[in-house]
């Protein structure tokens, strides 16, 4: 996690179209002692780009990029399972895992929420399922030469469950009925993005945008007063455009959908979006969701929760529990857009 950038971000004449993407508006005019600074580099496989409201300042800046590169760094060394000597890989890598395994405090609030959303959703949201990700080719393990067959997928999904999963508070652990492979890669973003946001505060910064792939979180107001205005990117695979803007001035917003990643085999397309229930990617006609909520790693879950679930059972989950979520549905050839109650007086005209 190197070669970071600072610029002043001209939110006037640039946007970031990612997953998420960052909408500018035109015509701001800042005062030179208050800009937005654009800070970015590479992280988790993606790379991060933090916004902050400060003056010319360039040792600031600096240290703000210090501090957010090794926040990022303990967040990668904890929960990656693309590294062999995280915490994460050394748990999983245990073949007894019978006994309560001491674990770090930020890897315990990650794996309780997890748990949390995993019970809210009925298991559609699963960290356990990594094994069965990975036998799809969507993990470290390399691509398949042909996608999996019953028995295979029968095995996988055998060793994987959420419930087989305990957690003790103080002192921070954990145990497991059957010893387990968890994936953290559904809600890790999401943590890295609030664990940067913790720092930025912690230093004095009040107006933020942060965002990782994707996954974004804002506080205060830009420089000329107005809000932080964000896009739902239109789920199609060729081109980036906007589906709507959606304004924050705190909270956080996350995306999920099936048009990004996947691969194709024999002429079928394969999301990396597993369905707990069946080991198979899903199928269904929900394009993309996105969910604004307190933090990052709880939108982060409940987007790729809502999106395994599908529109009509998601729809009536996050309306029941006053979620705000957004679900973009594939409808004859087109797209339809529908969301929560909970989810209105975020959307700008």
């Known amino acids: 996690m190197t070669s970071r950038m600072f610029r002043p971000a001209r939110v006037a ?7 998420l993407a960052l909408v500018a508006l035109a015509g701001c005019s800042f005062e030179k002692q ?5 800070i970015a580099g590479p992280v988790f496989g993606t790379r991060y780009h933090i916004n902050v409201v400060l003056t010319d300042d360039e040792a600031s800046l600096e240290n703000l990029g210090e501090g957010i590169t090794e926040v990022l760094e303990e967040v990668d060394a904890s929960m990656s399972t693309w590294r062999e000597d995280s915490e994460l890989s050394r748990l999983n890598g245990r073949e007894d895992q019978s006994d309560w395994i001491d674990i770090s405090v930020p890897l315990h609030e990650v794996l309780a929420t997890a748990v949390d959303v995993s019970s809210l959703t009925g298991g559609a949201f699963d960290i356990t399922i990594g094994p069965v990700v990975n036998l799809w080719g969507f993990g470290p393990e390399a691509r398949p030469d042909t996608v999996p067959d019953d028995d295979e997928l029968a095995a996988r999904l055998d060793a994987t469950g959420y419930e087989k999963l305990e957690l003790r508070a103080e002192p921070p652990a954990i145990r497991a009925s059957k010893s387990q492979y968890i994936d953290l890669s559904a809600i890790a973003k999401g943590y890295g993005v609030d664990a940067v946001v913790r720092y930025l505060e912690n230093a004095g910064v009040a107006s933020y945008l942060v965002e990782i792939g994707g996954e974004v979180r804002v506080n205060g107001r830009k420089p000329d007063g107005s809000a932080w205005r964000l896009a739902i990117e239109e789920p199609v695979s060729e081109q980036r455009q906007i589906n709507r803007v959606v304004a924050l001035d705190q909270h956080a917003m996350a995306t999920s959908g099936d048009y990004r990643n996947y691969y194709e085999s024999e002429g079928r397309r394969y999301s990396h979006t597993i369905d707990p229930d069946t080991g198979r990617p899903i199928v269904h006609n929900l394009a993309s969701v996105t969910v604004i909520a307190e933090n990052t790693m709880l939108a ?30 594939r409808r004859d050839g087109g797209f339809e857009s529908h969301h929560t109650p909970a989810f209105t007086s975020y959307l700008t005209q």
């Open 13 to 19: 004449v640039a946007s970031v179209l990612m997953t």
């Open 34 to 38: 208050q800009q937005i600074w654009e």
């Open 300 to 329: 982060d879950a409940l987007a790729t929760g809502f999106n395994v679930m599908g529109y009509e059972r998601a729809q009536a989950l996050a309306t029941r529990e006053n979620i705000a979520a957004y679900f973009i549905v």
